[in-house]
């Protein structure tokens, strides 16, 4: 049994590494084909030809597209992300000074979503059909249909514009107490929950109700066993494997929808960084940071494969 496992984990993480390898691909080509570079970008549109071809030199920018794929996908492989071409530092020190406020970021996001959306998604599924499975399912409907940025946007309107409650932007560096951390991190924390929320709780009640409808469940109904119980103890570990998809696939919105968010409220993460990147055609920070979401959404799919293998004996057999 366990060299099954072992096999199966051995393939979902196979295909992962390869996916990231045609991930890098598809990056390198898109920031390949954006309009101008970075030698463009510092010498402006005055410059003449020669010194443009100068500097495009020394930045590596002349040579053939595979020979800059190779050699950029090698410093990968050795964890050399190379060097800012605006800022002229590595980037890999840019993004490690980023990186631990997207993560407080998520992390914060997570604490709130995760238990929120388990608990309403678990709840609507058992009493499926009432009045607050109605309510929570359109609600969740019309959140998903707003797209992030209006949220964002809304949040500002009314509670900074109006109500003056918290600031307009996310300010996460003259943090000194534990009132301040809360309105720097309200807006953002809010903005992202709620789309999360909406998802995650979606996903949870269908896999619950899947499980909820099985032939095993009404034959342990049918010997009396009361309602709590047959979630707790029969329902729930059959329906591990389809809710840790669901918390993967909605935990993974953070890689993208934080770009969003943290633009609008001038958070000072990984997102904002690579939106600076495409501005200032900074190729290699922008294609680090998008390698670094991939990653990271990979991952979380992965994890989910994993635990519903684990967590689901039907899966380790054909």
């Avoid at 045609?22 to 463009?40: C, E, H, K, M, R």
């Avoid at 970021?105 to 607050?132: D, E, H, K, Q």
């Avoid at 709590?228 to 993974?252: D, E, F, K, Y």
């Amino acid at each position: 049994m366990n060299g099954i496992i072992l096999k199966l984990l051995a393939q979902r993480i196979g295909l992962s590494l390869l996916s990231l390898l045609a991930v890098s691909v598809i990056v390198f080509a898109v920031t390949a084909v954006l309009p101008g570079d970075a030698a463009q970008e510092q010498l402006g549109q005055d410059a003449t030809p020669e010194a443009l071809a100068a500097l495009r030199a020394q930045m590596g920018l002349d040579a053939s597209a595979p020979e800059r794929y190779l050699r950029w996908l090698g410093g990968l492989v050795q964890g050399d992300f190379g060097k800012s071409v605006t800022a002229y530092l590595p980037v890999a020190e840019l993004i490690g000074s980023r990186l631990p406020n997207s993560l407080l970021l998520a992390a914060i996001t997570a604490l709130f979503s995760v238990p929120i959306a388990l608990a309403a998604g678990i709840a609507s599924a058992v009493w499926r059909g009432s009045w607050f499975d109605r309510a929570a399912s359109t609600a969740s409907v019309g959140i998903v249909s707003v797209p992030e940025f209006l949220i964002a946007t809304l949040a500002v309107l009314v509670f900074a514009v109006q109500l003056r409650w918290l600031p307009a932007l996310s300010y996460v560096n003259d943090i000194e107490s534990m009132g301040q951390l809360l309105k720097a991190f309200a807006m953002p924390v809010l903005t992202l929950t709620c789309v999360i929320v909406a998802q995650m709780m979606r996903m949870t009640r269908a896999a619950v109700i899947d499980q909820l409808e099985a032939p095993y469940v009404e034959m342990v109904r049918l010997k009396g066993a009361s309602s709590l119980r047959i979630v707790m103890c029969h329902a729930l570990p059959n329906a591990v494997g389809p809710i840790a998809n669901a918390v993967a696939l909605s935990l993974s919105y953070l890689l993208g929808g934080v770009i969003i968010v943290e633009t609008i409220f001038n958070y000072p993460g990984v997102a904002k960084l690579m939106v600076d990147g495409v501005a200032q055609r900074d190729t290699p920070l922008v294609q680090a940071c998008a390698m670094l979401f991939c990653s990271g959404y990979l991952i979380l799919v992965t994890a989910a494969d994993i635990c519903g293998i684990v967590a689901n004996p039907r899966l380790r057999h054909r």
